[in-house]
Nanobody
């Protein structure tokens, strides 16, 4: 299993910035795609951004041009730089990682972090 721990959430003003980090442990597994999702009160969890191990990225339309996802493969850490924040970005942000065992192809899975609150005031 892979454990994920997020950090960096908090309160920001509209137009401000925050940077989220997520570190993965459980080093016997290979981490493939990592990503960020968010869930606002009363809404379903939605994709924010993902990044593959090779660096290719995918973003939700609502955050394109404002958020940047990056990763440090040596540290098994993924980051989300959030700029030009809006009140509608307020949500709990969850880190996600897909992983596989390096020797047992059938042993794969995904893990979620506990979430970190991001609140943007207008």
């Amino acid at each position: 299993q892979v454990q994920l721990v997020e950090s960096g959430g908090g309160l920001a003003q509209s137009g401000g910035s925050l940077r989220l980090s997520c570190a993965a442990s459980g080093t016997i597994f290979s981490i493939t795609t990592m990503g960020w999702y968010r869930q606002a009160p009363g809404k379903q969890r939605e994709l924010v951004a993902t990044i593959a191990s090779g660096g290719s990225t995918n973003y939700a339309d609502s955050v394109k041009g404002r958020f940047t996802i990056s990763r440090d493969n040596a540290k098994n850490t993924v980051y989300l730089q959030m700029n030009s924040l809006r009140p509608e970005d307020t949500a709990v942000y969850y880190c996600n990682a897909a992983w596989r065992h390096p020797m047992i192809a059938a042993l794969t899975g995904t893990s979620w972090g506990p979430g970190t609150q991001v609140t943007v005031s207008s």
